[in-house]
């Protein structure tokens, strides 16, 4: 009832509670993936994204896809006060990001850092409705922090409809779940007992797992990308005031919430709020589990407590 690839840089798994209605399923994922490649990849160079470099600051037409991922992003920049920005993909690639993360250098020599900024989320134009988006030059877009969220919640969403009617249909209900390197969604029936999510937690034997029926689980921390330049420790969490990894107390910090889009949006800001992040994430109202640098863990909202 699972099939698991890579795509996007990670990890992919499609679980169905249908064994007959798996190699669909993967079909179907593996379809929407390689469009959002197509689409939103900061890596390829005959991607929506980086064909966006020659447009010099002027509005271009773009596909339905990246117009809404854009969008996505946006809405959660202004949801966060641009605490999650995605128009960091030219500092991710200064700091030595800028290939499938697989495929980087482990370490490297010291690279230029600096502090300044051209242009922010507020600065990107999007005609939704005729799908006509202008990113500001010098300025390459990095969806990262959405676009993989919101395309599990889709998928999920999209796969139990088509795998639970029509003339290919199971002929039932199918509950559906897609993970997209550790962003996770559901959709559909869930199994007895929930669906088990493992929750990464840099790298430790035995991570805790929770289940959940309906909804999305989302990671984000400062561990699983991380690489050195001139001796210095680098990660992919970026803070947008200084374009620099973001300094934080928090070495992961999951969520759980109705979609995995706001899951991860929600995760990503607790990172780059650092200190403040707790409360705001407490606010919110979400089911979470932070991890300090230390180790000591926080959890909120009835996220269940580490077992000894």
């Known amino acids: 009832m699972i099939a698991q690839w890579r795509a996007l840089g990670v990890d992919v798994r499609v679980v169905v509670t249908d064994p007959d ?18 689409a939103c990849s900061r890596f390829r160079c005959d991607s929506e994204v980086v064909r966006l470099d020659s447009a010099a600051g002027q509005p271009v037409p773009v596909s339905p896809l990246l117009a809404h991922a854009v969008a996505v992003a946006l809405d959660a920049a202004a949801q966060t006060d641009g605490d999650v920005d995605p128009t960091l993909g030219s500092q991710l690639a200064e700091l030595g990001y800028d290939r499938d993360f697989a495929q980087l250098p482990a370490d490297g020599p010291a690279v230029r850092i600096t502090v300044s900024r051209q242009a922010r989320w507020t600065d990107v134009r999007l ?22 969220a919101w395309a599990a919640d889709r998928a999920a969403q999209e796969l139990s409809v088509a795998l639970s009617s029509g003339p290919s249909a199971a002929g039932h ?31 430790l034997d035995a991570p805790p797992a929770i289940a959940i029926r309906t909804g999305g689980v989302a990671t984000s921390g400062t561990t699983a990308r991380r690489w050195m330049r001139g001796g210095d420790l680098l990660h992919h969490v970026l803070d947008p005031r200084t374009g620099l990894p973001a ?57 269940p407590a580490d077992q000894s």
């Open 247 to 303: 300094r934080t107390p928090w070495r992961t910090v999951t969520v759980a919430a109705p979609t995995c889009l706001a899951a991860n949006v929600a995760s990503t800001a607790t990172i780059v709020r650092g200190d403040a992040g707790l409360e705001r994430l407490q606010a919110s109202g979400f089911a979470a589990r932070l991890v300090s640098q230390d180790g000591a863990v926080t959890v909120l909202g009835g996220w």
């Open 127 to 148: 005609d939704l409705e005729r799908s006509l988006l202008a990113v500001p030059e010098g300025v390459r877009l990095d969806l990262g922090a959405t676009a993989k």
């Open 173 to 203: 209900d199918v509950g559906v779940l897609v993970s997209l390197g550790g962003d996770v969604a559901v959709a559909g029936p869930a199994p007895d007992g929930g669906w088990p999510i493992a929750v990464a937690d840099g790298g």
């Open 21 to 38: 209605a798996l190699p669909r399923a993967r079909a179907m994922l593996s379809e929407r993936l390689d469009a959002l490649d197509q």
